[in-house]
């Protein structure tokens, strides 16, 4: 190993008070296992320039096309390089919805050696990838989006990236995510209506047969005594027929409705 990637190392093992092979066979075995000597010191040489610590995750090893590694540095890591700066003056956020639905949160960037803040939108349509912290929260993953590039225009960090853009890096032939937010296609539509009239009882099937056809329970209560299926003014709507009753109704759908038919001329 030559001097270079020896003091690379040694700058990060004197700051977590181990020996340079010590780490060095760490980082390997714990966070980067395929990574080679080059794209190690690669790493570590970021890792040391921006002072992220990888065991905590403020900053990690993410494989790209070329089957390398890049440095992909979390919100957390992102939080941490921007609270750093001395000019820094705060953060605040504005976010747009509509019909329920995010659309954009927009960033501004507070400093105090300028007389105007920095302000950067990001779109929910354009960053909105289908993976699961995106699926449970997206405001707080859209959020996150507008602080790492508003803190990017702020402060001129380089080098490093995120994970939704090391991703998109990876799979760039990739079919794009689909959004989260879509209107119901028709055959979604009819499929859950099925669904809705699946649940509904036997009674209101019934209810939905007789009345659907331009009848009422005045019509069908004689048709049912005159079958004695019912007792004549026990019942008074289709919710309080037995169960047995309405089932033989529904299953002879065709000659009840005839019947009733014969009944109304």
Avoid at 175 to 190: L, M
Wanted: charged share 25%; proline share 6%; with cysteine.
């Amino acid at each position: 190993m030559n001097q270079t990637k020896q003091s690379a190392l040694a700058v990060m093992a004197s700051k977590y008070s181990v020996e340079a092979p010590k780490l060095l066979d760490t980082l390997k075995s714990t966070l980067m296992p395929k990574a080679s000597n080059e794209e190690m010191m690669a790493f570590v040489l970021v890792a040391n320039s921006y002072d992220l610590n990888p065991f905590t995750k403020e900053i990690y090893a993410f494989p790209n096309r070329s089957g390398g590694i890049s440095p992909v540095v979390s919100v957390d890591g992102w939080m941490k390089l921007m609270n750093r700066q001395p000019q820094f003056d705060g953060i605040s956020f504005r976010c747009e919805e509509a019909d329920g639905k995010p659309v954009s949160v927009t960033a501004t960037i507070y400093l105090k050696d300028r007389s105007r803040p920095v302000e950067v939108t990001e779109y929910f349509a354009e960053c909105y990838r289908a993976t699961e912290p995106w699926k449970s929260h997206p405001r707080r993953m859209l959020r996150h989006k507008a602080l790492i590039q508003a803190a990017r225009v702020a402060f001129g960090f380089s080098g490093i990236t995120d994970e939704d853009e090391a991703v998109s890096v990876v799979n760039l032939n990739a079919e794009p995510a689909k959004p989260i937010f879509k209107e119901p296609k028709p055959t979604e539509v009819i499929i859950e209506t099925k669904a809705i009239e699946a649940e509904k009882t036997i009674q209101q099937q019934l209810a939905d047969i007789v009345i659907g056809s331009g009848f009422t329970w005045a019509a069908f209560e004689p048709f049912a005594v005159g079958l004695e299926m019912i007792e004549a003014g026990k019942f008074t709507t289709f919710d309080d027929l037995p169960d047995d009753v309405a089932t033989k109704c529904v299953g002879a759908k065709t000659g009840m409705l005839r019947a009733l038919k014969g009944g109304a001329k």
